[in-house]
């Protein structure tokens, strides 16, 4: 994966990005989404936001060999500080972390967003608490996706902030989107996952009592809920 040729997953964050945008995508490692995008004219500004020294270096260089100097502003700061009023930011990309993290970054950042960005994320796992955030704060899921790629499942999620929303507790984990559309990649998702949670359900009767009670019954709703969904 470079700037020229990106990633399954990152094609997809891409395809959610709307033409024109001024896009900050935060935890950018080497800028290939930014710098991606701006090679094909799809997006007129960014920010490439990184907190480690190391891949804020590699997003300035990938920046610098393309050009792209006065378009695409690299900054190191954690999470939204990396964004200001000035940057008239429209869309968000945090992609490549666990769910709780980019729930964090939103949360602890909320001062730097003004309500209007697109946010497009993809989580590495904790979709649940990342979706629970969303509802909590007021956005809507615009579209879900789940896609294979070097024998991980990814999901994106692409949300706006619309005003007072409602989840049920199984929308939140499954997404509200996905399980409508039920598509093959997500089905085969939720089989991979329910056949996990089986062996999990075993290990913790073999552990007997050194399992809390309540961390089994958590993983039982979910075996429940899941074996509905595929039913
Ligand atoms: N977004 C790219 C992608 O999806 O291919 C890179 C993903 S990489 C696995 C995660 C990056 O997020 C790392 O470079 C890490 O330094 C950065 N990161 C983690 N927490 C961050 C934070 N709070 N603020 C900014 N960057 C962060």
Redesign the pocket.
């Known amino acids: ?1 470079n700037e020229h040729t990106l ?1 399954m ?2 094609e997809r ?1 891409a395809a959610h990005v709307p033409a024109g945008a001024r896009l900050a ?6 800028a ?2 930014p710098v991606a995008l701006m090679r094909r004219g799809a997006i007129v500004a960014a920010v490439a ?4 020294l ?3 270096c590699s997003a300035r260089r990938t920046v610098r060999e393309n050009g792209f100097e006065q378009r695409i502003r690299v900054r190191q ?6 964004i200001g009023p000035g940057d008239g930011i429209t869309a968000i ?5 666990g769910g709780e ?1 980019i729930r ?2 939103l949360h602890s950042g909320g001062a730097c967003l003004s309500g209007q960005e697109r946010l497009i994320l ?1 989580p ?1 796992g904790g979709q649940q608490p990342l979706r629970q955030w969303l509802m909590e704060n007021g956005y809507r899921i615009l579209s879900e996706e789940v896609l294979r790629e070097n024998r991980f499942d990814y999901e994106i999620i692409v949300a706006e902030r619309t005003g007072p929303v409602t989840y049920t507790p199984q929308e939140l984990y499954f997404g509200p989107l996905l399980m409508q559309a039920r598509s093959p990649a997500f089905l085969l998702k939720w089989q991979r996952v329910l056949n996990q949670k089986h062996k999990t359900l075993t290990q913790f009767a073999r552990a007997g009592q050194a399992v809390p009670e309540e961390k089994v019954q958590i993983v039982a709703r979910q075996v429940q809920w899941i074996t509905a969904l595929l039913a």
Do not use: K, W
């Open positions: 994966m990633s997953r990152l964050v995508d935060i935890g950018s490692d080497h290939y989404l936001g990184e907190v480690a190391t891949p804020f700061a954690n999470g939204l500080a990396a990309s945090i992609c490549g972390m993290t964090d970054i993809q590495n």
